[in-house]
């Protein structure tokens, strides 16, 4: 018997596969940060999964800081790395995460007991109010992709500098700086790629269409990405291979707007 051949994983699913994977990664360690400048985010903005390692990394980083304190003031290593100067470290971050996190936990659950409350629970929120005497901040995406990442990042430094936090944590915030711009660049991506898809449809339509009639031209080849179609060809072969073609089109729409509607 026959065994059908296996489905090959189209290379837009793997993309996908890998935006998802990054956006997670960088939405768990910009979280704590994140919580601190959207106070107005929603029930839902943040994925469960999410919520729960970036409470672990919490849980463990201070660990981990002071576990690399206590080597400095070892044996060999005494004097190769200096003491950390500041007067706040991870571990007073990690306390402030936990803190915050639970003063919103009862304006997330008032929401969740009172729906109507909440007009959309995937949203993050307005910006803190101080950013709007920033240039450019009444653009939602410009705020999101420059704006907060790069506050966040310049007052780490202006905050080891002036030896307020210590360069542990201005390391850590200057990481989920990085972190929280990807993560708001994927969604702009994601949201770009939706309507890009939509108005590509607008072309792509006439070129199949055209091309069922067998009246497509160099250019319609050029616009599908296809080689001419000899006119040897019997008509019902051709109709076979432009409906799958048109299939394989329009199977990009749905997929688009599912991993839009899940950002």
Not at 58 to 69: G, K
Not at 112 to 131: A, N, R
Request: charge should be neutral.
């Amino acid at each position: 018997m026959e065994q059908p051949p296996q489905q090959q994983v189209p290379l837009e699913q793997m993309q996908n596969a890998a935006l998802n994977f990054v956006s997670a990664v960088c939405g768990i360690v910009a979280m704590p940060v994140e919580i601190l400048i959207r106070w107005q985010y929603g029930t839902r903005y943040f994925p469960i999964p999410v919520v729960f390692f970036s409470a672990v990394m919490m849980l463990f980083l201070p660990l981990f800081s002071a576990a690399v304190d206590s080597i400095s003031h070892i044996g060999l290593f005494r004097g190769l790395v200096p003491p950390p100067a500041g007067m706040f470290g991870v571990g007073a971050f990690s306390s402030l995460y936990f803190f915050v996190s639970f003063l919103h936990g009862f304006r997330l659950w008032r929401r969740m007991v009172y729906m109507e409350l909440e007009q959309h629970s995937l949203y993050e929120g307005p910006p803190l109010p101080f950013l709007l005497l920033v240039p450019g901040s009444r653009s939602f995406w410009f705020t999101r992709l420059v704006i907060e990442p790069a506050l966040i990042f310049i007052a780490a430094g202006l905050l080891e500098h002036t030896f307020i936090i210590q360069s542990g944590l201005a390391t850590y915030l200057r990481f989920a700086a990085i972190a929280l711009g990807m993560k708001n660049f994927i969604g702009w991506y994601r949201a770009w790629e939706y309507l890009r898809n939509i108005l590509d449809a607008r072309v792509i339509g006439p070129c199949i269409r055209r091309l069922v009639e067998d009246k497509a031209t160099d250019e319609d080849h050029n616009t599908l990405h296809l080689a001419k179609i000899p006119k040897s060809i019997p008509a019902d072969i051709r109709q076979e291979a432009v409906s799958y073609i048109a299939r394989a089109r329009c199977a990009e729409m749905p997929n688009t707007q599912e991993d839009t509607n899940r950002e």
